[in-house]
């Protein structure tokens, strides 16, 4: 099992990243909440990853830290949640609001995530109370806010490719084609994101209940 990769960023398509490591390049799948944390093209990085094997396909998932990947373990263990659904989830929330919600019994927090409807929702709640209870959370500073101007990874992109970029992540998430033609159209008008990440941070924030 791939625990661990520790090597260039030679690639970034959210939410897929390509890490090569001594010559071997390893395509991951990773949550835009620890793509938002990723250096510049070129940079070195370390990611934990988590190897998912399926009838149809081996996958390798990476996140930014340990509690990432230790809750997307626990997500993927709840009826009804394979890795896409936890990887959409962890995409759109923060472990720590997440597990928040999930222990103050806010299901509808949860409804607006594609993939997610009422049901499971309520059954993220019921199945994930008592693994998270000891789970402590922190009022940190949420990385996402500040990602943007301490990562410049991503200089040169047109408009038009960062829009298409941001859709390209949102649907690979889960979102309907137009569902995410329309945030991504709406949030570019409202704000002046210099990064696809940026953009897809508000786009999925959006989405959000407050």
């Known amino acids: ?34 793509i938002y944390q990723l250096p510049a093209l070129g940079e070195r990085v370390t990611l934990f990853t988590h190897f998912s094997v ?65 049901k499971t ?20 500073e949420s990385s996402q806010d500040t990602s943007a101007s301490e990562n410049p990874g991503q200089q040169g992109l047109s408009q038009n490719d960062m829009i298409a970029e941001a859709e390209s992540a949102l649907v690979a998430l889960g979102y309907k084609p137009t569902e995410a033609a329309k945030v991504i159209a709406r949030v570019s008008k409202e704000h002046t994101p210099s990064r696809s990440e940026e953009l897809i941070r508000l786009a999925l924030k959006s989405m959000l209940p407050a």
């Open 121 to 140: 929702a309520e059954r993220l709640v019921v199945e994930m109370q008592d693994r998270l209870k000891d789970w402590s959370v922190a009022p940190t």
């Open 1 to 34: 099992m791939i625990g661990r990769l520790t090597g260039v960023l030679a690639e970034k398509q959210p939410p897929f990243l390509l890490i090569d490591v001594n010559g071997v390049g390893y395509e991951v799948q990773a949550p835009m909440t620890s």
């Open 54 to 118: 399926s009838e149809n396909a081996q996958q390798l998932f990476a996140f930014k830290d340990k509690d990432d990947r230790l809750l997307f373990r626990h997500l993927i263990k709840v009826s009804g949640v394979g890795p896409k659904l936890g990887l959409a989830i962890l995409s759109g929330m923060e472990a720590n609001e997440f597990v928040q919600a999930v222990l103050n019994g806010e299901s509808t927090r949860l409804v607006k995530i594609p993939g997610v409807g009422k």
